[in-house]
């Protein structure tokens, strides 16, 4: 295994580095490699965190069409006509 030496950290953070070790039961050098490790490989759950907020959104999709909202497309359509009248004083079509 390798050797990481990190220089030149903030006091602050070094602090905050203690406590969230102490808050997960490690020492401060596993906290800094457990970070490393969510940071850079994952923590091995984002595949189903992602499959969650997708059908989350489906649902709430769901809900709103119910409504009769109008979709993204015709919204952003509708801002960008209002943007072309104030801008020309005249609609897209014209």
């Known amino acids: 295994?390798?050797?990481l030496t990190v220089r030149n950290l903030?006091?602050?953070?070094?602090r905050r580095l203690r406590i969230r070790a102490?808050?997960?039961?490690r020492s401060a050098e596993a906290e800094h490699r457990e970070i490393l490790?969510?940071?850079?490989?994952g923590n091995g759950?984002?595949?189903?965190?992602?499959?969650?907020?997708?059908d989350r959104l489906a649902a709430f999709r769901q809900r709103l069409a119910a409504r009769g909202s109008p979709s993204?497309?015709?919204l952003l359509q509708e801002s960008r006509t209002?943007?072309?009248?104030?801008?020309?004083?005249?609609r897209?079509?014209?």
Do not use: F
């Open 72 to 74: 993204v497309a015709e």
């Open 37 to 41: 490790r969510i940071v850079l490989v």
């Open 10 to 14: 903030n006091d602050d953070l070094v």
């Open 22 to 25: 102490a808050e997960h039961g």
């Open 82 to 90: 209002d943007r072309t009248t104030v801008l020309t004083g005249r």
């Open 92 to 94: 897209e079509s014209d």
């Open 1 to 3: 295994m390798a050797t």
């Open 45 to 54: 759950d984002r595949g189903a965190e992602r499959q969650i907020t997708a």
